[in-house]
Structure formats: C-alpha cells, structure tokens
C-alpha cells in the first residue's frame, strides 16, 4: 500500500477517477432534486418541510464522514509520514466545513417549523457545532505556524483528538433525551418510504461523488502550492 503514498502515482488515479465521479454526481443532483424538491410525497405530519430532509441528512452524514477522511489520513501521516495524507485531510477541511454549515443551517430552517424555534441546544445540534469549530480550528491551526511541519502536525493530532466527537454526534438521539429525529437506518433497516428513500439515496450519492470531485481538484491545488513552496525555499537557498 506504500506505493500509493506516492503523490504522482496517486493523483495519476485520482485523476482517472476525477471524470467519473464529477458526471456521476452531476447524473444523481439532476435526477436526485427534481425527486426530492417535485415528486416525492409530502409527509403525514411534517408536510412539505420534510424535503429539507433531502440536504440537511445528506450534508450530516458527509460532514461526519468527511471528518473520519480526515482523522484517518491524519493517523496514516503522523504514524508513516505519509505527505499525500496530510494534503487529503487538509483538501478535504474547507469541504466538510461547508457540509457542516450547511447542515446547521438546513436544520435550523428545519427546526422552526417543527419545534417552534431556530436554535435549541440539543444533543445532536451541539455536536454538530462542536464539529463544525472542529474544522475551523483544524483549518486556523495549519497555517498558524511559521514552519509548516509544526503546523501540519499540530492540525492532524487535533483531527485525531476531535475525532471522539464522531460516534457522540452518531448515537446522541440514542445516549440522551433529545428533539431530534432519530435515525432513519437501524438494524432492522430504513425507516422511511421508499417514495421518500430513493431520492434520499440519490442525493447523498450526488454529495460524496461531489465530495470526491472536489476533494480531486483541491489536491491538485495543494499539490501545486506545495511544489511552489519547494521551489521558492530551494532558490533562497541557493541564493
């Protein structure tokens, strides 16, 4: 697996992926909202605000998973040194952040309706915030040092502290008296219609192939910048 550590010979996949991954997630967000937004029924109790659920969920799931993305390549750069894994977790920051914000959003615009007010501090909002200074921290943190390796070590044992956060905002609604929906997915399986859960699936589907797209064209921005810095740091030297 070393091998894939190397940025050339990763990004040569990444690159081939890249194609595919955009047009899939274009296909699943043109199939996927005219679904949810038009087609899906209304629910029984929340009526049309329920097709909120077809971004505040999708945008939940990924900014969690993203965050494991992170924590992960953060582990695999901090036990091998791996620089590849350090430019994933960092490529991917900026996009879980937004994921997250958007989740929070949605969900306030969810919460009004059906709670009667913006904002309560609910288990699975707070954690949800919490992971959202998370991100910013991880973000602050990186470029808050003048040598870029203290830097870089710093954020990824951050992403890898913050990652206990991950199964506290996973079982919240289980753990705690909370007004949040429980999940739509247990053991016995999904708890919705399938009118509802097909265009559900299709947009999370849409958000991680976006989320991979992304994630391929902010690597090679990094990886860019990177060889920037090499460059300039080699010419000041030689001067």
């Known amino acids: 697996?070393?091998?894939?550590?190397?940025?050339?010979?990763?990004?040569?996949?990444?690159?081939?992926?890249?194609?595919?991954?955009?047009?899939?997630?274009?296909?699943?967000?043109?199939?996927?909202?005219?679904?949810a937004l038009v087609f899906s029924p209304p629910d029984y109790q929340q009526g049309e605000t329920v097709r909120?659920?077809?971004?505040?969920?999708?945008?939940?799931?990924?900014?969690?998973?993203?965050?494991?993305?992170?924590?992960?390549?953060?582990?695999?750069?901090?036990?091998?040194?791996?620089?590849?894994?350090?430019?994933?977790?960092?490529?991917?920051?900026?996009?879980?952040?937004?994921?997250?914000?958007?989740?929070?959003?949605?969900g306030m615009l969810w919460g009004e309706p059906m709670w009667g007010t913006w904002w309560v501090w609910d288990a699975r909002l707070t954690s949800m915030l919490i992971l959202l200074f998370l991100y910013i921290g991880y973000i602050a943190l990186g470029d808050s040092f003048e040598d870029q390796e203290r830097g870089d070590k710093a954020s990824a044992m951050l992403a890898l502290v913050g990652s206990v956060n991950l199964p506290i905002i996973h079982f919240s609604v289980e753990w705690w008296n909370t007004l949040h929906q429980p999940a739509i997915r247990s053991f016995e399986g999904f708890s919705i219609n399938a009118a509802m859960l097909w265009p559900l699936l299709l947009m999370v589907f849409a958000f991680q192939t976006y989320y991979v797209s992304v994630l391929i064209i902010r690597l090679r921005g990094e990886l860019l910048s990177a060889k920037i810095r090499t460059a300039r740091f080699n010419l000041a030297a030689a001067e």
Not at 11 to 28: D, E, H, K, Q, T
Not at 84 to 103: D, E, K, Q, V
């Open 52 to 106: 909120i659920m077809y971004v505040h969920v999708p945008a939940a799931w990924m900014g969690s998973m993203v965050y494991g993305v992170m924590a992960v390549s953060s582990a695999v750069y901090l036990i091998w040194r791996h620089t590849i894994a350090h430019i994933i977790a960092r490529a991917s920051a900026p996009i879980g952040a937004m994921f997250t914000a958007l989740c929070l959003v949605t």
């Open 1 to 35: 697996m070393h091998k894939y550590a190397n940025p050339t010979f990763f990004m040569r996949i990444a690159n081939a992926v890249f194609p595919y991954a955009a047009g899939i997630s274009i296909l699943c967000f043109a199939v996927g909202i005219p679904l």
